[in-house]
């Protein structure tokens, strides 16, 4: 690495490095943390509390910069010991709330998370915890799983990549900046401009992909670091400014300022909501407040500096870290010991947080940080490494062994379904429970653990459209001369197994057009940005030209309203626009002449239950412990109304073989019916094969064409 010739007033002229410790930033992690618990354990009232995380990346991106500007990385120990002191700052608290965490989901938590928590310990471990959530976060399915107790680790993750690589940016931006250098005023300054050019250049591009990318695919962008680097960066620009930028202002200017980037935190954080696509430009409000106030300065001499400087808000920063690693999994495994939260639940939660913050930073963080030997360096990495392996390979083991356990209960399943009896599945709602009596204590086909990974093969052929809906995947099952379309989203989907059996059976060819969310209508669907709105509605047309005009010899089709009409907010004014849309285009549809049967919808929980297999994990030899009533579990189908009335449009109704007049089971006929919590397992979808050829046959379709 080329050394940097700087001069030594360098550090004197920096705000980064024109000071010691600050109050002030130590108040900031206080607001930071406090908006991302409180919004986590209160979302609905603090429903922008997420952009705590963004004052956080600031602050990082202000103190490493500042850092590395006071003491440039000048030799590769120089690197090592910069990095070394990060992972005894951030390491040894992160590692024990991960084994506390993976220790405590497998004492409390039902075995349908645990695959998925190994997973993401793994990730957390190596830090790498964001690109896992986003690669996660495509599937639109997935917002059916119970919360991770370790998904706010992203953050982690991300400004762990950010402390690898800007040491190495830095100390190459100081060696270009003051390469030529001298103590003269002009030079320091130009020195100063190139410093800035740097920073503001990863800052400027880092901005543009995230605004590009947050309007492309708001679910991932949230979460990847290139969208991300920005803030940081943001954090690096306050620090790198002349510390006569703010020296030479008033004492009130310098308060109205601060007072300015207070109000824009805490402004977007009572305003912002989580289905805004984040970050983008929506990201700049309390991002650009938090450098306002880093800018200022606020001391002791101002009414914000001294609330900033209050024991109890100095307290609350000291502990921050901690703070932020431990409440998250609180929030998410108490409900497994004690049910839903309550409010004096929530401010146990609160309390508790508090308190074992705490004692991790007294007993953990401190100890860690404060270590001095002579071997300190050496005794970090290799006790580190250690540590990090040590976690991971358990993570690994507990990993392998839950897919091997899934694995064996999927092939347990499929040796069932073949051996399967007269009342198995759809058969004893079509028998009656008296003439197959139902065991609520035996354990179902597929098992919880299995059962989430129990979907049609449009899912692993990599058939569906994701957001943001720009790819036009088409695929075949079945190689019969008679053509039959499946066209919709996953309330379609869930269909093709029991399709699928009677193509084998009838000779024909399924071919499915499936998008996720998205539901093919004429009403415009209200999406994060207006590009997925677009390319939704596009969809839809596309469809339209596929299969209109007598491609098919029959087209069966279904649709749930997973998201509202455009520009509304209200479900039952969203429902009629939906059925107005739908009507329009199902009169389009089926003016091509090719017949239409729309698939009534199926009952399902919604959020009266959260996840199917995970109930039936917790309630373990108690199947109707996780079971609804008609009264809660049928909902209005705006698709199936739109499709009276329209020639050529027919409809099939199969919710009898899902409820009887009191009772819809999660468990029908020993099958576990839902893999979340409105999407039918494959296994039981293949087993509603005969009755919906019933249906087809009264229509006149059994054999179509």
């Not at 929506?282 to 914000?304: E, N, Q, Y």
């Not at 390979?393 to 051996?419: C, S, T, V, Y």
């Not at 520009?567 to 626009?577: I, V």
């Amino acid at each position: 690495m080329p050394t940097a010739t700087r001069p030594v007033a360098l550090p004197r002229r920096s705000i980064g490095s024109s000071t010691g410790f600050r109050p002030d930033i130590q108040g900031l992690r206080t607001i930071a943390v406090l908006l991302v618990v409180l919004y986590h354990i209160w979302p609905s009232r603090l429903t922008g509390g997420f952009v705590g995380v963004d004052v956080f990346f600031v602050i990082s991106g202000f103190l490493m910069t500042a850092v590395l500007l006071k003491t440039p990385p000048r030799s590769g120990r120089a690197f090592a010991e910069f990095w070394a002191r990060r992972i005894r700052r951030l390491v040894p608290a992160a590692l024990a709330v991960l084994l506390a965490t993976g220790a405590a989901t497998w004492l409390i938590a039902p075995s349908t998370i645990w695959v998925s928590t190994a997973r993401q310990i793994l990730a957390s471990t190596f830090y790498v915890q964001n690109w896992v959530l986003a690669a996660h976060s495509v599937n639109y399915l997935a917002e059916d799983d119970a919360p991770s107790p370790l998904q706010h680790y992203w953050s982690l993750s991300v400004e762990e990549q950010f402390y690898v690589v800007w040491p190495f940016l830095m100390a190459l931006a100081v060696w270009w900046a003051y390469r030529r250098t001298t103590a003269e005023p002009a030079d320091t300054a130009r020195a100063t401009w190139r410093l800035q050019t740097v920073i503001g250049a990863v800052f400027a591009a880092s901005l543009v992909v995230s605004v590009w990318y947050t309007g492309k695919n708001p679910a991932g962008a949230y979460f990847v670091t290139p969208t991300r680097m920005w803030e940081l960066a943001l954090g690096g620009i306050v620090a790198a400014l002349p510390a006569a930028s703010v020296e030479g202002m008033t004492r009130p200017a310098r308060a109205v300022l601060a007072w300015l980037g207070i109000a824009a935190i805490l402004v977007s954080g009572v305003r912002y909501v989580g289905s805004m696509a984040f970050p983008g430009y929506v990201a700049l409000l309390p991002t650009l407040g938090t450098a306002l106030v880093l800018w200022a300065r606020p001391d002791g001499s101002s009414i914000l500096g001294r609330l900033l400087g209050l024991r109890p808000v100095q307290y609350v920063g000291d502990i921050s870290y901690s703070l932020y690693l431990v409440h998250w999994p609180l929030i998410v495994l108490l409900p497994y010991v004690s049910g839903d939260l309550g409010i004096l639940d929530k401010c146990a939660v609160l309390v508790a947080s508090i308190a074992l913050a705490g004692l991790s930073k007294r007993f953990v963080e401190d100890v860690f940080r404060q270590r001095r030997t002579p071997r300190v360096l050496r005794n970090t990495y290799r006790y580190g490494v250690a540590a990090m392996v040590a976690l991971a390979l358990a993570a690994a083991g507990w990993w392998w062994a839950g897919n091997a356990h899934i694995q064996a209960e999927q092939r347990a399943a499929e040796a069932a379904i073949a051996d399967a009896g007269p009342c198995f599945g759809a058969a004893s709602m079509a028998k009656g429970f008296r003439a197959c009596p139902q065991d609520p204590a035996k354990t179902p086909v597929p098992s919880p653990d299995a059962a989430k990974d129990d979907k049609e093969d449009a899912y692993a052929d990599n058939c569906w459209s994701y957001s943001p809906f720009t790819s036009r995947p088409v695929c075949h099952f079945g190689d019969g001369s008679v053509k039959v379309a499946l066209v919709g989203n996953s309330h379609a989907g869930h269909w093709q197994p029991a399709l699928q059996e009677l193509a084998r059976k009838n000779n024909w060819t399924v071919t499915t057009y499936l998008i996720s969310q998205c539901a093919p209508s004429d009403t415009r669907q209200q999406f994060a940005t207006e590009e997925m709105a677009d390319n939704c509605h596009d969809y839809g047309q596309w469809v339209l030209d596929q299969t209109a005009h007598g491609q098919y010899d029959l087209i069966l089709t279904s649709n749930r309203e997973s998201v509202q009409a455009a520009g509304q907010h209200d479900w039952s004014t969203s429902e009629k626009l939906a059925q107005a849309g739908f009507h329009s285009y199902l009169k389009k549809w089926s003016a091509g002449g090719t017949p239409i049967v729309v698939l009534h919808d199926l009952p399902y929980p919604g959020r009266t239950v959260q996840n199917i297999p995970d109930c039936l994990a917790e309630h373990a030899g108690a199947n109707d412990a996780c079971s609804g009533t008609p009264a809660s579990w049928k909902w209005y189908y705006p698709y199936t109304a739109a499709a009276a009335g329209v020639p050529g449009v027919h409809t099939i109704d199969l919710t009898k073989y899902f409820c009887t007049r009191t009772t819809c089971p999660a468990v029908i006929g020993g099958v576990t019916v839902y893999f979340d919590a409105s999407h039918m397992t494959a296994t039981y979808s293949r087993t509603l094969a005969p009755y919906l050829e019933k249906k087809l046959d009264a229509l006149g379709f059994g054999s179509p064409g």
